[in-house]
């Protein structure tokens, strides 16, 4: 058996040295990386060769790339890479990596042309200035033999350990039984079409109720067409934690299981959760677990390697054990893992480390996305920029000197935006070229100084700066997907403050490419419909599957009321305080339990449980609060104990709408005081105006849709089991109208319209 490698990716694991050093320096983007390479290859002369494919052999690895380019006339090769800034301060460990990748190229081009001497020119490209700096060295054939040969042998004992576990992985994922029993009713039906949706390499989208074990009926099939669909890593993407903590738990059983695969699964977490010294900066004269990264990296992934649970915990300790930094060791583990469980932003944002590592190595690789409601509203957020303009005003005060003139001119375009728009919110076809102008003058300018001043910026202005370069970036891609708008404030004031949005409406444009670079992507949550909304909005190639799996409870384990006589909305919410504060309160003395009760806004909430508390004081109840800490809302969960009786208060669409577990007598009911729909605002009826334009339902794709799939979550934390009852009340009158029944799940039974009055 063979082990593929690319030459970038063998460099980087034998010829890094050193320490770690993540000081920001702003480098070029991916696309300024390209125009560079095709200016640097446009000077070349008639016959020069671009982006060269070689290949070489040495025993069982194979070594792949493509060099940047070849003179035949000069016989010369050539590595280019451009930068920005002061060439003079590149790393020592930098420019080692760099010759590395050249002389490997070389040895390659040398087998290729039957050369016995080769010149490299380490080619280093100003992007701003676009003058080249060429470093030029000739080199005989015999010596980049050696030099190709000591690297693959360094790297050689990792490619046999890597492909025994491998070989071992595949072979036993596929005699792999079922780690339980059996399937839950509706959980076969799940597995089996993620088997056929990957073994086709198509995306399946299933509506699949809680309850069902989605998670291990999802992951389950996956891990089993390792070998026979050749995957090299199942990526398991979720939006909030818990979802996570459910993914490692079902590959914790699935490892404890008889003759469990040899997986290597790993967690990844954000970099200040995973950081062992916040106060610190990502370099060797900053940060011990920094300085000397690259010379303990190899013991350190080697110890990793032989762990097959690598969650935040067992890295930590690993790191620790070998002083390297935790977030750094689990992007270098991300490159051996088998399962990788992580957040949507790994995959779908513009710099999504899998994606762009799938990418650059050739993996085929497999995508489960957890809970696929979230990433609409996700991807808009990872697509979208935007500016504070009280944030500019307080980093011009403090900024160096050299910098004030570029960020005085940002602020004087922005205060001409305020001059022709009245209103206090207004949204705009395009952005305006002028202030796009001063930002990216003021991005050249802070490059500039970080080049100069390595010790960087204060965090103020280096999280602005951030600001500006999204700002930036989502503006070269601005077209009708996108609103840019404009929100005024304090307009008491003689030159009001305000805040500028590039805002992503829909995400599909950026989604749709990863969902088709996986062999199979798989989309799942117990809300995926009408199909048609997630399909327009999330970009799902036209052959998807959509499936909608059968539900495992019956009617009778649930009663639903839908409470027609009281109106939530908003002009009525006075009035709806004593009929909720009544019907809670008839529900519980009819059955003590856990209830919980969910309500559009923290204000609504405490209205109705300040009335619940001074008219019923006897029951028990807790609320949650804005801004609640994991701590606090784990303290919030534990309430719900299985003995206990009381009503816990929560905003829908927060964190007790979905993702949470409270299976038997630990929650019996939920009242839901709101169809979920988003505040209406200029920003929403912008939304709804853009979505009338291109789909040609604007309410229902703004409002009703999202609203109504944050009700049935919600209602989703009731019946956990098979063996669960409970109760759930839809109040508001809305609830009984035809369009909304038909998007609320099929299994329920709607029972006869109830109204509570106050006492």
């Keep these: 058996m063979s082990y593929s490698i690319a030459v970038r990716a063998l460099c980087e694991f034998t010829a890094k040295t050193g320490d770690l050093d993540l000081r920001f320096t702003p480098s070029p983007t991916a696309l300024e990386g390209i125009v560079g390479h095709r200016t640097v290859a446009s000077r070349r002369s008639e016959g020069y060769q671009s982006e060269v494919a070689l290949e070489g052999q040495f025993r069982s690895l194979t070594v792949k790339g493509r060099a940047d380019g070849y003179d035949p006339a000069q016989n010369c090769l050539e590595e280019v890479k451009t930068y920005r800034g002061d060439l003079s301060k590149q790393p020592v460990n930098h420019r080692q990596l760099h010759w590395a990748q050249a002389k490997i190229y070389g040895w390659l081009m040398c087998c290729k042309l039957d050369l016995a001497q080769i010149n490299l020119a380490l080619v280093y490209f100003d992007i701003v200035s676009e003058k080249e700096t060429c470093l030029l060295e000739a080199f005989t054939a015999a010596d980049l033999q050696a030099f190709f040969e000591q690297h693959c042998l360094a790297f050689l004992h990792w490619a046999e350990q890597e492909m025994t576990h491998r070989e071992g992985r595949n072979r036993a994922a596929q005699q792999m039984a079922f780690p339980h029993a059996g399937f839950r009713p509706g959980q076969r039906h799940l ?86 010294h916040l106060d610190k900066a990502c370099h060797g004269e900053s940060c011990p677990l920094a300085r000397g990264f690259y010379d303990r990296l190899p013991a350190a992934r080697q110890a990793a390697s032989r762990l097959s649970l690598l969650n935040q915990g067992t890295l930590r300790e690993v790191a620790l054990a070998h002083e390297v930094c935790p977030y750094y060791l689990s992007q270098e583990m991300a490159r051996w893992a088998d399962v990788v469980v992580a957040d949507y932003n790994y995959y779908f944002d513009f710099s999504a480390l899998l994606f762009g590592l799938a990418q650059a190595n050739n993996w085929k690789v497999a995508v489960l996305v957890d809970e696929a409601h979230n990433l609409v509203e996700r991807g808009r957020q990872m697509y979208s920029a935007s500016l504070d303009q009280a944030t500019l005003n307080a980093v011009r005060k403090t900024a160096p000197e050299p910098l004030k003139k570029a960020l005085q001119r940002v602020n004087r375009e922005w205060n001409a935006l305020h001059t022709p728009q009245i209103a206090a919110y207004q949204a705009y076809d395009r952005p305006p070229e002028k202030l796009l102008q001063a930002l990216s003058s003021a991005n050249a300018s802070i490059g500039d100084y970080l080049n100069d001043h390595p010790q960087g910026l204060d965090s103020a202005l280096q999280g602005f700066y951030f600001d500006m370069l999204q700002f930036g970036r989502v503006a070269e891609l601005f077209d009708e997907q996108f609103l840019f708008d404009i929100s005024k404030r304090d307009l008491e004031r003689k030159r009001p403050l305000s805040q500028l949005c590039l805002r992503n409406v829909v995400p599909a444009g950026f989604i749709r490419p990863r969902l088709k670079a996986a062999r199979s992507t798989v989309l799942f949550s117990a809300t995926l419909s009408p199909r048609r909304y997630y399909a327009d909005l999330l970009g799902t190639p036209e052959d998807t599957v959509c499936i909608d799996v059968e539900s495992p409870f019956h009617a009778e384990q649930l009663q639903v009321h839908i409470v027609s006589r009281i109106s939530t909305r908003f002009v009525h919410r006075q009035a709806s305080l004593e009929p909720i504060v009544a019907l809670i309160a008839r529900q519980f003395s009819e059955r003590p339990g856990n209830y919980l009760a969910f309500f559009s806004s923290f204000d609504y909430l405490q209205q109705v449980a300040q009335l619940l508390a001074e008219k019923h004081p006897h029951i028990k109840q807790w609320s949650q609060s804005r801004g609640m800490a994991e701590a606090q809302r784990q303290q919030f969960l534990d309430q719900f104990c299985a003995n206990g009786q009381g009503v816990g208060f929560a905003v829908l669409g927060g964190a007790f709408g979905e993702g949470i577990d409270l299976p038997g007598a630990r929650l019996i009911g939920a009242f839901i005081a709101t169809l979920g729909l988003a505040q209406l605002n200029p920003v929403n009826e912008q939304l709804k105006s853009r979505m009338a334009a291109i789909f ?56 006869p319209t109830l109204a509570y009055a106050a006492d």
């Design 191 to 276: 597995a089996e079409s993620v088997f056929k949706a990957v073994s086709t390499g198509r995306c399946l989208m299933a509506q699949a109720p809680t309850g069902i074990g989605k998670t291990l009926g999802t992951l389950f099939p996956m891990l089993k067409a390792l070998a026979p669909q050749q995957l090299d890593k199942v990526f398991f993407l979720t939006a909030k934690t818990p979802g996570r903590k459910l993914a490692l738990d079902a590959a914790q059983v699935m490892l404890d299981a008889p003759a469990a695969p040899p997986l290597r699964v790993l967690e990844m977490i954000a970099r200040d959760k995973a950081c062992e």
């Design 696 to 751: 040609g339902a604007g309410y229902d794709y703004t409002y009703l849709y999202p609203g109504v799939q944050k009700v049935v979550q919600a209602a989703g934390r009731v019946i956990r089991t098979q063996e669960d009852r409970g109760v759930v009340m839809l109040i508001d009158d809305r609830f009984g109208e035809s369009k909304v029944k038909q998007l609320l799940p099929r299994w329920w039974s709607i029972a």
